[in-house]
């Protein structure tokens, strides 16, 4: 099991309220590009959808990058910890079936950000999606297949 210095960090303070928008994000270890495969990615993308589906979010907006994911969302019906829990566990179930593996492929633990009341959800989910564009892997949003947002 490979830890991350001070990930331990990640935690102190961390609060879940329904309600809150919230942005997080994931990272695979050890910034392996596992999501530059178009499938692997998609079968993140199918438990970000399962997690807005099933009401525990309610997703703003997303972007899958190569190795980590960016996601805002209303919490629901869920703590944070559980929504994280279950959207990393069940793509490592999928993603290693894919793959034919067993891998753990997640860093530990997740960056969080609760949004405050009087922040834009519209700027914000318009700084995740351009992601891709800030990376170079792409020129125009359009052309960069894995993300999504409300405000279509």
Known sequence: MFR????????????????RAYLVTAVVHPRFPLF???????????????????????????????????WLFDLNDATLADVMRQTKSRSTLSVNRARRSRERFWQRGYHDRAVRVEEDLRKMARYIIANPLRAGLVERIGDYPLWDAAWL
């Not at 991350?4 to 329904?18: M, V, W």
């Not at 079968?43 to 997303?62: I, P, Q, T, Y």
Request: proline share 4%; aromatic share 10%.
């Open 4 to 19: 991350q210095p001070n990930s331990h960090l990640l935690r102190r303070g961390r609060y879940s309220e329904t309600g």
């Open 36 to 70: 530059s495969d178009f499938h692997l990615g998609r079968l993140l993308v199918a438990e970000l959808k399962r997690a807005h589906d099933s009401g525990m979010v309610n997703s703003w907006a997303w972007v899958i990058m190569p190795d980590h994911f960016h």
